[in-house]
């Protein structure tokens, strides 16, 4: 299983999983042609891709779908929840699949089990990746640390997790107080401190690699997420950052 994080931030989110001949895409907050012009950088092309699944409805993860699917014939896939919101803004598309969250996905031997998410956008869902064994975590946009991450975790063989900001950046920051609230509250991100906690409590030798997502362009640096992290976990698992201006991979699983 090879994974690659076209971009992951507030600005985009773009995610590609390859396995066992099934091509899919997560999300499409960057641009349809961007997106496909830093696959091809790595070997790999949107074109033909078997799904595009959307995690929810907010707009650096949804706002290029239509797209997607236009210039390169990737079918749409999605809850219910997330089509009610996004469906007047996809354009003209084929007819797109819709599911449940909680439900898996079965895409030839590769299934995607969906997790609703109790972040506050329409129909959420994080997804665990699975082919022969191997299982990947997307979990981002998490609103909080939900009941489930923490047995979840540890059944996985890589991961991307969010971690989004860094409390002393988000307290002395620009944002208002209602945003603030938003962000660290249930329905809203998980900070670095969080994610670290998590990693920690779940690493237990499985894990390959974690790789760190949807960091915040103003409350957050890679640096900070890193540091936080590497003071919880030592050595114990090598440590990626996903970039919010370019790819990052491809990972190997």
């Known amino acids: 299983m090879f994974v690659v994080s076209l971009q992951s931030g507030s600005n985009g989110n773009c995610i590609y999983v390859e ?11 960057i641009g349809a042609r961007e997106a496909d012009r830093r696959l091809r950088a790595t070997g790999g092309t949107l074109r033909g891709a078997d799904a595009l699944i959307l995690s929810h409805n907010h707009s650096d993860h949804v706002r290029s779908a239509g797209a997607f699917h236009r210039l390169f014939g990737v079918p749409l896939c ?4 997330t089509y009610q ?4 803004g996809l354009g003209s598309t084929a007819p797109v699949g819709c599911f449940r969250p909680g439900h898996a ?13 109790p972040h506050d956008g329409a129909g959420g869902v994080a997804f665990v990746i699975e082919h022969e064994g191997r299982r990947l975590g997307i979990l981002t ?15 996985l063989d890589a991961v991307l997790i969010e971690s989004n900001y860094d409390p002393e950046m988000l307290a002395g920051g620009p944002y208002p107080d209602y945003l603030q609230d938003r962000i660290r509250g249930p329905g809203g ?6 994610s670290a906690a998590l990693l920690r409590a779940c690493a237990n030798g499985r894990l390959q690699w974690a790789c760190l997502a949807h960091l915040s362009a103003n409350n957050n640096t890679p640096a900070l997420a890193l540091a936080a992290h590497q003071g919880a976990l030592g050595d114990r698992l090598p440590l990626h950052v996903a970039s919010r201006h370019e790819s ?3 990972l190997a699983i």
């Open 141 to 155: 946009d998490l609103g909080h640390v939900f009941a489930g991450l923490k047995r979840l975790i540890p059944t």
């Open 78 to 81: 999605m809850t219910h929840g």
């Open 105 to 117: 996905l079965r895409f030839g031997d590769v299934t995607v089990q969906t997790i609703p998410t």
């Open 85 to 88: 919101a996004v469906r007047f």
């Open 189 to 194: 991100h998980i900070s670095n401190a969080e």
């Open 19 to 29: 396995a066992g001949g099934v091509r899919l895409v997560f999300d499409a907050g």
């Open 248 to 250: 990052t991979g491809p």
